[in-house]
């Protein structure tokens, strides 16, 4: 008997408004032909002021209890994955769990940028599997709006504020690629390329937040690369191939990053899960939402095989397979 990691519901919250590129080409110079040829992006949601990280997550989170018939009081474990924490401490989790009404178990937030819901993913899966928690609720959620520098417009169109979140429970498998859950989770990172994404500031260097920095084009020559590889080292260890995944479900950061992956691995354009054109790049979220959507929509089904993929600042990189 093998211990596996298995699904049992999902949610996802965008705050309002919408703001559509055509928008954004009102406060900096930028166009939408400029951002739907490079991105795909048409709209992104932004957090109005007084709306946080947590606010978003306990909106997510409610939604995913609700889809699986739990309760708070059936968690033993919320992880938060964000850059975008509500204060410096204590952790955004606390926050939801408190939140949620949830007065036993832990919470503590995961920090690995765009790849955090990957490797919350590998952390709750690590506590399922050896006992230390039997139901875990995983969010990815985030203000990116917060950090971005509104007069760059190499960065400033790209992202937007969200929440995505998943239930985790504990289930039974073979041992084998046919089980039902976390088949696998693959997380990597590279502390020497910090130059290509990053905040120029923070608690202990600047006593603030800083703003988001990106070399984007060297960020993009990374992320086809890194993205596939874990990919890769991910269906190899399940011993799976492209054809048997029914869905991809990436991080959105950019159409041509999943669409150049896609082409890579030979993955046909229509089993990759996208929702860039109306979130923008969610960072931690973006995962979460994607699965989210593409369940409520029906093309998730019960039984299918999702490899899920994200990169980020760090580097940080990863996947993980699951059955659904
Ligand atoms: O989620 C974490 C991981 N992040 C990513 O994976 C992001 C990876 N990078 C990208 O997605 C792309 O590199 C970007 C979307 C960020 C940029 O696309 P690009 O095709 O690499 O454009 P570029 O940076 O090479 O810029 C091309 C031109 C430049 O003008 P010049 O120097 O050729 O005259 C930019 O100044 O586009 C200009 N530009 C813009 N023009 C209109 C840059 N941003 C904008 C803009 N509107 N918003």
Known sequence: ???????????????????SNAELATRVDTSDKWIVERTGIKNRHIAPDGVTTSDLALEAARRALASAGLTAADLDLVIVATTTPDETFPSTA?????????????????????????????????FIRTGQARTVLLIGAETMSR???????????????????????????????????ILNTKIFSDGRLHDLLYTDGGVSSTRGAGHLRMQGREVFKHAVTNISAAMEASMAEAGISVADVAWFVPHQANQRILDGTAKKLGIA??????????????????????????????RIQRGDLLLLEAMGGGFTWGAALLRY
């Open 1 to 19: 008997m093998t211990v596996r990691s298995i699904v049992l519901g999902c949610g996802s919250y965008l705050p309002e408004p919408a703001v």
């Open 94 to 126: 606390t926050r939801v769990q408190a939140r949620l009404g949830m007065t036993r178990g832990a919470a503590f937030d995961v920090q690995a940028v765009c790849s955090g819901f990957v490797y919350g993913l590998s952390v709750a899966d690590a």
């Open 147 to 181: 950090i971005l520098d509104w007069s760059d417009r190499t960065t400033c169109v790209l992202f937007g504020d969200g929440a995505g979140a998943m239930v985790l429970g504990t289930g039974e498998g073979a041992g084998t690629s046919d089980d039902r859950g």
């Open 269 to 298: 354009r229509e089993r990759v899960v996208s929702t860039i054109a109306e979130h923008g790049n969610t960072s931690a979220a973006s995962v979460p939402l994607a699965f989210d959507t593409a369940v409520k929509d029906g």
